[in-house]
C-alpha cells in the first residue's frame, strides 16, 4: 500500500469513527434514537392537522394541545410541559383514534400510529 492509500485508509476510518460517535450522541444522552417519516408519507390528516397546529387551531378535539407527558420516555427527555399532543383523526373510527402528532416547543413534530407506543420525527 502506498502512502497515499494509507492516507487516504485512515482519514477513512476518521470519519467514520466521527461519524458513529455524532450518530450515538443522542443515545448516549439517554435519549431515544428515532426513525425520521417526510410529512408525504404520513396520511394526509396528518398534513391537515400539522397545518392547525402550526397556525394555533382551531382543533376539532377538546383534548388537543393537551400536555403531552412523555411518561414512557419515548421522546427525548424535556421538562414538564415542553410537549403537547394533537388528534390525527382516522376515517371510520367513532372516537379520537389512536394516531396523534406530538408537538415539541422548539418546533420539532412527532407522529404515532399506535397511541404512544412508537414515534417518528417528522420531517418536512
Given amino acids: 500500500m502506498t502512502a497515499t492509500n494509507r492516507s487516504w485508509a485512515r482519514c477513512a476510518s476518521l470519519l467514520f469513527a466521527l461519524a458513529v460517535s455524532l450518530a450515538s450522541f443522542g443515545c448516549a444522552r439517554g435519549e431515544p434514537a428515532l426513525p425520521e417519516v417526510r410529512l ?7 398534513a391537515h392537522t400539522l397545518a392547525l397546529i402550526k397556525r394555533g387551531g382551531p382543533f376539532p378535539y377538546r383534548r388537543d394541545g393537551a400536555v403531552f407527558g412523555n411518561r ?3 421522546l427525548p427527555a424535556r421538562e414538564q410541559g415542553y ?6 383523526p382516522t376515517p371510520g373510527e367513532k372516537d379520537r383514534g389512536a394516531r396523534r402528532i406530538v408537538a415539541g416547543r ?3 413534530y412527532y407522529y404515532t400510529d ?8 417528522i420531517r418536512d
Fill in 106 to 108: 422548539g418546533s420539532e
Fill in 83 to 88: 410537549y403537547r399532543e394533537y388528534t390525527v
Fill in 72 to 74: 414512557e420516555r419515548r
Fill in 114 to 121: 399506535d397511541h404512544y407506543d412508537s414515534f417518528r420525527r
Fill in 40 to 46: 408525504a408519507q404520513l396520511p394526509r390528516e396528518a
